[in-house]
């Protein structure tokens, strides 16, 4: 069983950054590959970004990349997205996602790949 707690959401302005963690609770984290999804009122959840299991090989949606940089500390059991140039669009629950792989390069970006999720974390971008 692995446990996650999304953590870093909140208000800022349009143009503004923050900061998303996500805490996992198993010695075994390192070979999980992460995802954030992210998921607005009304709609599916979609893919933001991925890491895979060593943080060799990243992954990411049109909408995030440049934008959005997802890292993550092995020792801390812990994945973060930094969001940049925050936009009203970005507006939604935020969700961090864990899936077992078994390679170093391995990045998952559809829902179904993903065993483990957290609560969410809101984030909103006002104009």
């Known amino acids: 069983q692995v446990q996650l707690v999304e953590s870093g959401g909140g208000l800022v302005q349009a143009g503004g950054s923050l900061r998303l963690s996500c805490a996992a609770s198993r010695r075994t984290f390192s070979t999980q590959a992460m995802g954030w999804f992210r998921q607005a009122p009304g709609k599916e959840r979609e893919f933001v970004t991925a890491?895979?299991?060593?943080?060799?090989?990243?992954l990411y949606a049109g909408s995030a990349k440049g934008r959005f940089t997802i890292s993550r500390d092995n020792a801390k059991n812990a994945v973060y997205l930094q969001m940049n140039s925050l936009k009203p669009e970005d507006t939604a629950v935020y969700y961090c996602?864990?899936?077992?792989?078994?390679?170093?390069?391995?990045?998952?970006?559809?829902?179904?790949?993903?065993?483990?999720w957290g609560q969410g974390t809101q984030v909103t971008v006002s104009s």
């Open positions: 996602a864990a899936a077992r792989t078994y390679g170093d390069y391995v990045v998952k970006d559809d829902v179904e790949s993903y065993n483990y």
């Open positions: 890491i895979s299991r060593s943080g060799r090989n990243t």
